[in-house]
């Protein structure tokens, strides 16, 4: 009885510790006080009662939201241990979703892959606002982008935006502030540059949104977790 009692309290403490690693960044110490004291006698009782207790003291947060607009929930961080490259480079993602707002007669959306030789995607020079996307299809969480120029053009400066579910609004990757990142990108052709977010986040749609450019050549890579 005794080595079920204590195999039980440290499961629920590693449970406890899951969810607190698992809530946002700004509640991470919503649960700061001790459980509920244990009842030998019931411990499957016991353990329910602490999983309502987290629950109750760490529900993520509702964003305020205008009227007729979709309410927002924040619920938990996107987590992928072992981030690995997720399609664009060995053509996983097919052609057919990779889009962008405009593209050069020689650069179209489907060359933005990294490391293909001697193509890249290019926008158009009147594009005010370029930006190149990829459809991921499933949720899928993103970690990172890897980018290259090619053709001894760049792209200097960029943000990253996503969308959770293609009829969702989309959100911009934001630092450790809150503010929208704008990542350094390339300083040349040749050398892949890869930036990983803060927090990771769960996507179906991600947008490369170039900010400032060197003749503007992207070649990308998208890095995280497919789920499974």
């Known amino acids: 009885m005794a080595l ?25 110490v919503c649960y700061s006080g001790p459980p509920p004291e244990p009842d030998p006698d019931n411990p499957d009782d016991w353990m ?75 926008a158009l020079s009147d594009d005010a606002n370029p930006w190149i996307e990829v459809d991921l299809v499933q949720s899928t969480v993103v970690t990172g982008v890897t980018t290259k120029g090619s053709g001894y ?34 300083t040349d052709d040749d050398t892949p540059v890869t930036n990983l977010f803060d927090e990771s986040v769960e996507a179906t749609v991600v947008r490369i949104e170039p900010t400032e450019v060197y003749g503007g050549a992207l070649q990308l890579e998208l890095l995280g977790c497919r789920r499974d």
């Open 153 to 186: 053009i760049y792209v200097k400066r960029y943000k990253v935006a996503y969308q959770q579910q293609p009829s969702f609004d989309r959100k911009h990757v934001t630092d450790g502030k809150g503010n929208i990142q704008v990542f350094i990108g390339n």
């Open 4 to 28: 079920r009692y204590f195999a039980d309290v440290q499961n629920a403490i590693d449970k406890i510790e899951l969810l607190l690693v698992g809530v946002e960044s700004q509640q991470r």
């Open 48 to 122: 329910k009662q602490v999983m309502q207790e987290i629950r109750k003291r760490c529900p993520g947060r509702k964003q305020p939201t205008l009227a007729g607009s979709r309410p927002t929930i924040t619920h938990t961080l996107a987590v992928c241990s072992s981030p690995q490259p997720l399609g664009m480079e060995d053509g996983t993602i097919r052609d057919n979703r990779i889009t962008a707002s405009s593209s050069s007669d020689c650069c179209a959306a489907r060359y933005g892959r990294l490391n293909h030789f001697n193509k890249r995607w290019i």
